[in-house]
């Protein structure tokens, strides 16, 4: 095949508990999220422009990178070609920020594993597609849990860390209108190389909180609470938070970005200018052949 297309949905994380391990498959997190309809679309095309099986030369990971029409690097994306042993161009185009706390990393590793798969006639299952995805991001030390949460769709739940094979997925079993507005970025990079002891704390108890009643309003209220709890909570987050909650509606922060998202018409109502979108039901999928 000439190229091939692969959409993966943004993933907020409403809270999580990280279990890095050395060995990048094993690594992740417990926690629970959003898969949204908004996203990240990848196109692969072979650097040769053959597209016949794996590269022989040995330039294999060797990819040029477009995000959104300009050059740039993305760790989890070189880690995904390279260990799927091909070259090629990658282009990237995301409808969220990059770096807020909606898994653009993940979700561009995801499509490219995807999308490569199809360009290079691969033979990859799903799921090993979706490991050699979730390893490029644990070793990257961009994300632990956007991508398995981005493969399973709806609002997942990672019961258990790791790629297929080690973590174990649930859902909450709801698809609700969702709000965000993004101040910024948060380093992912730089959260996940401090003391994670207490943010284990707090996502282990939100979990638990969770799972006791798993609905929408209780993934925000958790989220909420880890948000505090695990002190990653940023100031102009906060505020939105506070203004949602003053109308009457749920809110929270999305790990890890300083980016607030909420139910329904949360943050409209309270004044914000926000983008929508909705619950992705099914997850990351290759684009049908035209
Ligand atoms: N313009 C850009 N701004 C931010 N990051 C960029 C940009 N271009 C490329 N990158 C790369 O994109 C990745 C962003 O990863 P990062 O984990 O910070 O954010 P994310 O994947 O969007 O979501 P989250 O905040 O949920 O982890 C990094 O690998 C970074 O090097
Ligand atoms: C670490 C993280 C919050 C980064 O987006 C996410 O990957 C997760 O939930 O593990």
């Known amino acids: 095949m000439d190229e091939a297309t692969a959409f993966a949905p943004g993933h907020v994380t409403a809270f999580f508990a990280p279990y890095p391990d050395r060995d990048p498959a094993r690594a992740g997190s417990r926690g629970a999220g959003l898969a949204l309809s908004d996203g990240v679309e990848v196109t692969v095309r072979p650097a040769d422009g053959t597209g016949e099986g794996s590269d022989p030369a040995g330039d294999a990971g060797l990819a040029s990178l477009e995000?959104?029409?300009?050059?740039?690097?993305?760790?989890?994306?070189?880690?995904?070609?390279?260990?799927?042993?091909?070259?090629?161009?990658?282009?990237v185009s995301s409808d969220v920020p990059v770096g807020a706390g909606f898994g653009v990393s993940g979700a561009a590793a995801l499509s490219t594993a995807l999308a490569a798969n199809a360009a290079f006639d691969l033979d990859r299952s799903e799921?090993?597609?979706?490991?050699?995805?979730?390893?490029?991001?644990?070793?990257?030390?961009?994300?632990?849990?956007?991508?398995?949460?981005?493969?399973?769709?709806?609002?997942?739940?990672r019961l258990e860390p790791g790629a297929p094979g080690y973590g174990r997925m649930d859902g909450v079993p709801a698809r609700p209108r969702v709000e965000y507005v993004?101040?910024?970025?948060?380093?992912?990079?730089?959260?996940?190389?401090?003391?994670l002891d207490p943010v284990r704390e707090a996502g282990e108890a939100a979990l638990t909180r969770l799972m006791r009643a798993p609905d929408e309003a209780e993934l925000l209220a958790a989220g909420r609470e880890f948000a505090v709890e695990a002190g990653l909570q940023v100031p102009e987050v906060a505020e939105a938070v506070e203004a949602v909650e003053a109308e009457g509606g749920l809110a929270s922060m999305a790990m890890l970005g300083r980016t607030v998202y909420a139910l329904g018409t949360g943050l409209t109502d309270a004044g914000y200018d926000a983008a929508a979108c909705s619950i992705h039901p099914t997850g990351a999928t290759l684009r049908p052949e035209e």
Request: hydrophobic share 45%; proline share 4%; glycine share 14%.
């Open 67 to 91: 995000l959104d029409g300009v050059p740039a690097q993305m760790e989890p994306v070189e880690r995904v070609l390279a260990e799927l042993n091909v070259a090629a161009e990658v282009a």
């Open 127 to 157: 799921n090993d597609l979706v490991r050699v995805a979730h390893a490029a991001e644990a070793a990257a030390g961009t994300g632990l849990g956007d991508v398995v949460g981005q493969f399973r769709g709806g609002l997942p739940v």
């Open 182 to 195: 993004s101040f910024g970025e948060l380093s992912t990079e730089r959260v996940l190389g401090g003391d």
